[in-house]
């Protein structure tokens, strides 16, 4: 954390509105709704604004059964002979609610930027005067805190560091970007890494302005249990080998995410161990890599299961014996937390955020060979060092604790309002 004092001050009521440049099912999206939540169990009131889809899913009614809480800006948008067909997104990784191949923001065509732009300015003034925030918390230094700072809100910007890929990929958002910046009260970011980020990409942004707020996991649904798995696997309709050691990756099936890395790397895994890897995440391979890439990926004993329900991911990371995170570039990694949080040690890679907090091991990124290696290693461990890792890797997810966070982000808050 950084040296600003965390001494709880008076604890007055706030309401602030949270806003993501997407639905869940993402990291981003993860931060804000465990941020909403635990804000309502402290007794302060919160919402939160994001654009949708509108496709369907298991957890599609939670969301828009509670129109109070969830302030939803639903795609196809269509007006004036203009047409948004889904929102768009910053970087080029899959969605799990939106088009294959969907459109970023670099994408669209100077009209279609300003018709964007007019519609998000547009549903940000209807959540406020609905919810008559005391303060605004924009996930991502992008739009929403752009056009925060452009109605004078007061208001904070998370950096997720897709935000920061996004600055780079997209040249045109830059200026949007550095304006949202330059105007927020606070900049939260959510590891050490991506910190550094901010302080490099937007000239301006002083490092007190800069919080260092890591990020949690939801400790409800990620806990260590005994679990039936014959049951998960009958209810996933996959017949799987009885004793055959179970590895786990949740995240996009991506370039950015190091799927290719993995599926490289099991080649050689297969060579040591006979394993099963269980992937689960939005995307496909065929749309993110091409036929050449693919002929180099080795396919024996993989599952891809798609976007599932965190409930079932625990249950998987609880059957497995070790999950990986082979991503090329990480903000921070709550699916490294969220195993951890069952037992569960990662392998990961030295890429941004993980290596301050993974239990397990660390390898450097793109590197097939290292990362079969340390998966083959810790499958190869003796039961009782195997058993002591687990405990140490549930014992570091337990002090990723939200309340804390957002004990931060409170004290922020009230600073930012002259609350003390």
């Known amino acids: ?45 919160a919402a939160l604004c994001f654009p949708d889809a509108q496709f369907k899913s298991p957890d599609k009614k939670y969301y828009y059964s509670k129109p109070n809480l969830y302030f939803i800006w639903r795609f196809p948008v269509k007006r004036h002979g203009r047409v948004l067909h889904t929102f768009p997104l910053m970087i080029p990784d899959p969605h ?51 056009l925060a700072r452009k109605m004078g809100w007061p208001y904070v910007a998370v950096a997720h560091h897709s935000d920061q890929m996004g600055f780079r990929y997209d040249p045109r958002m830059q200026s949007y970007a550095k304006a949202a910046a330059a105007g927020a009260s606070w900049i939260f970011a959510i590891s050490d890494f991506v910190k550094g980020e901010v302080l490099e990409l937007y000239p301006g942004v002083h490092e007190k302005q800069v919080v260092v707020l890591e990020n949690g996991y939801n400790q409800q649904i990620f806990y260590p249990r005994d679990c039936s798995r014959a049951g998960i696997f009958r209810a996933l309709e996959m017949e799987v080998p009885p004793r055959i050691p179970i590895v786990t990756f949740a995240g996009k099936l991506s370039r950015t995410k190091g799927i290719d890395i993995l599926l490289g790397a099991n080649r050689l895994i297969q060579r040591e161990r006979k394993v099963l890897l269980l992937l689960a995440g939005a995307g496909r391979i065929e749309d993110e890599f091409t036929s050449e890439e693919r002929a180099e990926f080795y396919w024996e004993n993989v599952r891809f299961l798609g976007p599932i329900q965190q409930r079932v991911l625990a249950k998987l990371h609880n059957l497995a014996s070790l999950s990986v995170m082979p991503s090329r570039s990480e903000g921070f990694g709550i699916a490294g937390l969220e195993a951890m949080g069952c037992g569960t040690p990662v392998v990961a890679t030295r890429s941004g955020g993980p290596e301050s907090f993974v239990v397990g091991k660390i390898v450097e990124p793109g590197n097939v060979e290292d990362l079969a290696a340390a998966v083959v290693e810790l499958l190869d461990l003796k039961p009782r060092v195997a058993r002591d890792l687990r405990r140490s890797a549930y014992e570091k997810a337990r002090s990723y604790c939200w309340r804390e966070i957002v004990q931060g982000r409170l004290n922020c808050f009230r600073e930012t309002l002259g609350l003390r």
């Open 1 to 45: 954390m950084d040296s600003i004092s965390w001494a709880l001050w008076p604890q007055q009521t706030m309401r602030v509105l949270l806003t993501n440049t997407g639905p869940w099912g993402t990291g981003s999206a993860v931060v804000a709704d465990a941020v909403l939540q635990e804000l309502r169990r402290l007794g302060h009131a």
């Open 96 to 146: 799990p609610r939106n088009v294959p191949r969907a459109w970023t923001f670099r994408d669209l065509s100077d009209e279609l930027l300003e018709f964007y732009f007019a519609e998000a300015e547009r549903r940000l003034k209807q959540a406020i005067d609905r919810f008559r925030p005391d303060i605004i918390e924009c996930q991502h230094i992008w739009t929403d805190a752009y």
